[in-house]
Nanobody, 127 residues
């Protein structure tokens, strides 16, 4: 079992930045693809970003390309999402997710492909 805990969410004005963290426990995530998803009020959960086990490959939703950066530190069992130039439409609950690399090819961008989820952290961007 892998337990995931997100942190770093908060309230920020448009144009601002936040850095989300996802701390894993229970198992090392060094052999897991790690993804970030978000759910805005009244909408389905949507893909934001994913990073491969080595960190050498990443993929992003078109809506966040050039503004968000996913990274990982396997020595700390932690994944990050740096969010810059935030927009009101980025307001959502952000979730971290993990799937073993042997179960899904990279990139895994569908929520149904992931085995483990965190509880989420709220990000609110004001205009």
């Amino acid at each position: 079992q892998v337990q995931l805990v997100e942190s770093g969410g908060g309230f920020v004005q448009a144009g601002g930045s936040l850095r989300l963290s996802c701390a894993a426990s229970g198992r090392t995530i060094s052999r897991y693809h790690m993804g970030w998803f978000r759910r805005a009020p009244g909408k389905e959960r949507e893909f934001v970003a994913v990073i491969s086990v080595s960190g050498g490959s990443t993929d992003y939703a078109d809506s966040v390309k050039g503004r968000f950066t996913i990274s990982r530190d396997n020595t700390k069992n932690t994944v990050y999402l740096q969010m810059n130039s935030l927009k009101p439409e980025d307001t959502a609950v952000y979730y971290c997710a993990a799937v073993p690399e042997y179960r899904r090819p990279f990139p895994a961008s569908n929520p149904g492909e992931y085995d483990y989820w965190g509880q989420g952290t709220q990000v609110t961007v004001s205009s």
